[in-house]
């Protein structure tokens, strides 16, 4: 296997990466499989830096049996390049673990397997930078380049002597980070309260289990394997444990065959290509897309609610939807008190309790303090978000002649499938095309059997055919 090849003060980075999750590093391991052609006949020279100190894929969330909601085929390569050898299959292959995967017929493996797949991927993979804070991002109009400044640190986290990178484009992968209602932020702003986000679930699952009375909040998958969770590991009949929902039911995600496709290719184009004011309105009208809770999780609570009425009692566990936080506060001691209103109902109640979990979700991250240097030149939409395109490029003006791409930041203009693991690897491809203007890695033409609109789905993007773009110059 190649090393990376090296930037130099003449020959900058093609593509800096900034952030390692899985699709940056989606990204990453494309971006190495890239062949030299006549027409690219340079190596691809990209580098990825991330601020953590390795590659860990929700940590407080990897309970003992969770499972992608995607199957293993949604890894970082196989949907662009099944002959990569990054690719989940390849893996299970060093590990000297085909057979078993085989005989086991996972076609959903679990959060764990990932994770470990996902740090196999980033251990060896040239061209990661962990351990690497970016400060700032600039435009260098006399060298037509982006400068990347950087602050290494140290195992301790402390910073070391800054640096800096040039590079003729970047790619965010940021992520996102947990997002807390404004009622419940009270709860998480004292500090000292036994209130935790879904995040960090398993880094306080002894302390919440101690507690007399816990109370979920969220009705998405991680609420429900949370709830779960908890349950399994409380007594018979002292269980003491609330699960509140926004939502009017505990709803299955929608599964059908025809419901995914809209985590396809052509119905991310078509979306892109909706007038604003028409996407505002279908992305939160999708929600049971992609916030709903797997059946196979429904079920195991049910029948973990089931199986405790066995004996003749039912268990000590509220589930109730449709019910939002109007206020919560702290009460005597370390109680903590939650002021309840249902919305059908109309009516209001009180709830104390003694841990609260927020399966609340996240929100992407803001990119606006990152891109401070970059912000004259971004266009945005009507409500001030930044315009991408369907090459997931930030809409810059052509003051910036270097190109801005985004993963997973794009769901106002991409649509639901913006944070799927199904559509990295066609993510990925899509910019690695783009950034090197020719095709590495030929996208399919139709991806499902739905037609999206009454004209046709919009074309898929051809490098080399973009009149703004041309293949790379490293003659600079």
Not at 46 to 52: C, H, K, L, S, T
Not at 95 to 113: C, G, K, N, S
Request: glycine share 6%.
């Amino acid at each position: 296997m190649t090393d990376q090849p090296t930037a130099t003060p003449d020959r900058p980075h093609d593509l800096i990466g900034i952030g390692i999750g899985p699709f940056n590093l989606s990204l990453a391991a494309l971006a190495h499989g890239i062949p030299t052609t006549q027409e690219h006949p340079h190596p691809l020279t990209a580098a990825f830096y991330e601020q953590n100190p390795a590659f860990h894929w929700h940590p407080g969330l990897l309970i003992d049996g969770a499972t992608l909601q995607v199957p293993f085929l949604a890894d970082l390569v196989t949907l662009a390049d099944p002959t990569s050898p990054w690719s989940f299959l390849n893996h299970l292959r060093t590990q000297d673990r085909l057979y078993p995967f085989y005989f086991a017929e996972r076609f959903h493996i679990e959060r764990t397997e990932y994770d470990a797949y996902c740090r196999w991927v980033s251990r060896q993979l040239p061209g990661l930078h962990f351990g690497h804070q970016v400060d700032a991002i600039r435009w260098n109009t006399d060298r037509a380049l982006f400068e990347v400044d950087f602050t290494p640190l140290d195992p301790q986290g402390d910073a070391e002597a800054p640096g800096r990178s040039h590079t003729r484009h970047i790619a965010l992968g940021v992520g996102t980070e947990p997002f807390i209602p404004e009622p419940l932020r009270p709860l998480t702003d004292a500090g000292t309260l036994p209130v935790i986000h879904s995040a960090d679930y398993l880094h306080h699952r002894k302390e919440l289990l101690d507690a007399e009375h816990i109370t979920v909040i969220g009705s998405g998958q991680s609420g429900a394997e949370i709830f779960l969770d908890l349950l399994r590991a409380r007594p018979h009949g002292a269980e003491k444990i609330h699960w509140l929902a926004r939502t009017q039911a505990f709803a299955p995600m929608e599964y059908s065959k025809l419901g995914l496709e809209h985590f396809t290719p052509d119905y991310t184009r078509y979306f892109h290509a909706l007038p604003e004011a028409v996407r505002d309105t279908l992305v939160p009208a999708q929600w049971q897309l992609h916030k709903g809770i797997d059946t196979d999780t429904i079920t195991a609570i049910h029948h973990e609610l089931y199986r405790r009425t066995l004996h003749g009692h039912w268990p000590d566990a509220t589930l109730t939807p449709g019910v939002t936080v109007r206020t919560a506060g702290r009460i005597a001691g370390n109680r903590i008190e939650l002021h309840l209103e249902h919305t059908q109902q109309a009516t209001r109640t009180r709830l104390s309790t003694d841990a609260v979990v927020l399966a609340t979700g996240y929100h992407e991250r803001p990119l606006d303090t990152l891109l401070t240097g970059i912000a004259p030149h971004i266009r945005r939409d009507a409500s001030h978000r930044p315009r991408i395109d369907e090459t997931f490029r930030l809409d810059l003006d052509p003051a910036v002649t270097g190109h801005i791409y985004v993963q997973n930041a794009e769901r106002h203009t991409h649509g639901v499938g913006a944070p799927d693991l199904g559509l990295a690897a066609w993510r990925s491809a899509t910019i690695l095309n783009d950034v090197t203007g020719t095709t590495p890695y030929p996208l399919p033409r139709r991806t499902a059997f739905t037609t999206f609109g009454l004209t046709p789905h919009p074309a898929p993007h051809i490098p080399g055919q973009h009149t703004a773009r041309t293949p790379l110059d490293h003659s600079r």
